[in-house]
């Protein structure tokens, strides 16, 4: 008999994931992409159904019958199956679904925001199952948000809900790919934490080990293995990351009233350096009606799955 599986797509503004995923939510085999590599649309989805196709193929995987694709993007309208002008990726409008269609025209296919398929694997396999109300903050190139609640994910009117990276978290600050100053994400993201340090770096004469990395050279990960050993730059970058997230956070307490915020991605794994920074400030400039009601954590998702067992979610969820 043939095992079901579903394609998951997790669309980076670096890397593309690509998995196939049993109703479970194991991913069974997965494949990557560099999402920057692809100047035209059309070769990049070209290059998904490879992907897809050699997975299907690959020996150590069972008789597999694909039933679905759903995937997880910046600024995928669910409504649409489109992208639309996303801030970190190379194309502007992609008609996601259709041009997948062509490949795989007898199976449904599905796409939202990549935080809302966050959102999704948090409520299917993660520390959400019982939640009805909570928001993922998922802190990668960028920053995104999925809002759930009564048990919904919010999608607007359009399928924008939920942009909190572009709510504006200083005013007249740092300029955004979407064209804004000032936005969440260009503080409370990787290239965010990384333009941090180069701005404590011009101002400090502190010795830091990340004086050794040029702008274009550093990662998100180099700060955090300095934070690990002390480095008092990297330190005063996540405290100030997080004290800028902590703000942002009360503003979305207040029109969302979640349970639980969930934070995801590779800067979540610095756990307090981040974490304890942000929720001090939230609690700060919260309400008074909404203070020590809210919860900060870090998902309980692996990083390296989560965004193609929630793309697959999208299917598992809608068509089974």
């Not at 007249?172 to 064209?179: K, L, T, V």
């Amino acid at each position: 008999m043939r095992k079901k599986v579903v394609a998951g797509i997790d669309i980076g503004g670096m890397n593309t994931r690509i998995g196939l995923v049993d109703q479970s939510g194991e991913v069974l085999t997965d494949s990557n992409i560099a999402t920057s590599q692809y100047p035209a649309s059309e070769e990049f989805v070209s290059a998904i159904y490879n992907s897809i196709e050699l997975l299907l193929k690959n020996p150590d995987m069972p008789l597999s019958e694909l039933i679905g694709i759903g995937i997880g993007a910046p600024c995928a309208n669910y409504h649409t199956g489109c992208i639309e002008n996303a801030a970190n990726l190379p194309w502007k409008y992609v008609p996601l679904t259709s041009m997948l269609g062509v490949y795989f025209p007898d199976i449904p296919v599905k796409v939202t925001n990549d935080a809302n398929a966050v959102a999704i694997a948090e409520m299917i396999y993660g520390d959400a199952k019982n939640l009805k109300d909570f928001v993922v903050i998922t802190l990668g190139t960028g920053l995104g948000s999925g809002i759930v609640a009564n048990g919904e994910l919010i999608y607007g009117h359009d399928g924008f809900a939920g942009e909190v990276g572009h709510i504006t978290a200083v005013p007249d600050g740092r300029h955004c790919n979407c064209g804004r100053r000032g936005c969440l994400e260009t503080y409370v993201s990787a290239r965010g934490i990384i333009r941090t340090v180069f701005e404590l770096l011009a101002v400090s004469t502190k010795d830091s080990v990340l004086r050794n990395s040029s702008f274009n050279e550093l990662t998100s990960k180099d700060i955090h293995a300095a934070a690990l050993n002390s480095d008092a730059i990297a330190l005063e970058a996540f405290r100030i990351t997080g004290e800028i997230l902590g703000r942002s956070l009360a503003d979305v307490v207040s029109f969302t009233s979640p349970s639980v915020i969930f934070i995801f991605g590779g800067l979540a794994e610095a756990k307090d350096m981040i974490l304890a920074p942000a929720k001090e400030n939230m609690e700060k400039y919260l309400l008074d009606c909404y203070k020590n009601k809210v919860q900060v954590k870090p998902s309980a998702l692996g990083n390296k799955d989560a965004g193609i067992a929630g793309g697959a979610a999208l299917i598992w969820r809608d068509f089974v």
